[in-house]
């Protein structure tokens, strides 16, 4: 038999969640916030954070669409943890033209599997144009580096891409970015 207070709990909850799963539809389509990263192993999808970081998550998109990240390597790869680039000198000492951006740390967010945040000096406000993929769980991270986006699509890829070696994760034969684009360019 069921119980009455069964039935109204089901009935009050049906519209929340058609709330909730037409929220993730928009987010899902949001386009202009979807970016492809295709490298060897494959296409990798990010969706960037504008909610969380939304200069961080426009430097993304306008160095995309440049063709700028097109062709630099994952020049710091360190099993368990990252794999990172956005550097065309491919050696992690070097950004974009454009001017470093502030920090946009957040406590409503983690660093977790697939997580893509900012790469940076000591100097908080100094991203640019590297950012990092998490290749495990980095919670330490929190409120401490820019999150941009999430790895939303191949995650298999990115778990392919070439490891590095020593504390450095220096990389001798690195994984490339064949192409990066916004999806909507």
Not at 90 to 119: I, K, R, W, Y
Not at 123 to 144: M, V, W
Not at 161 to 170: P, R
Request: with cysteine.
């Amino acid at each position: 038999m069921i119980k009455r207070r069964h039935v109204i709990q089901a009935a009050a909850a049906a519209p929340l969640s058609g709330v909730i799963m037409s929220q993730n539809a928009d987010a899902a389509t949001d386009l202009s916030n979807t970016v492809y990263m295709d490298i060897d192993p494959g296409r990798v999808t990010i969706t960037l954070r504008p909610d969380l970081a939304p200069q961080a998550a426009e430097r993304i998109r306008v160095l995309s669409n440049q063709g700028f990240y097109d062709g630099c390597e994952f020049f710091r790869v360190i099993a368990g943890f990252v794999a990172q680039t956005g550097d065309r000198s491919n050696t992690g000492t070097q950004g974009s033209d454009l001017p470093n951006l502030p920090s946009e740390f957040t406590d409503n967010a983690s660093f977790l599997t697939g997580t893509v945040g900012m790469a940076r000096t000591n100097d908080p406000n100094s991203a640019n144009s590297q950012f990092y993929i998490c290749l495990a769980p980095a919670t330490f991270l929190d409120g401490k580096y820019t999150i941009v986006g999430q790895v939303t699509a191949g995650m298999d890829a990115v778990q392919k891409i070439h490891l590095g070696s020593g504390a450095s994760g220096s990389v001798k034969d690195p994984t490339k970015i064949v192409k990066m684009r916004v999806a909507t360019n």
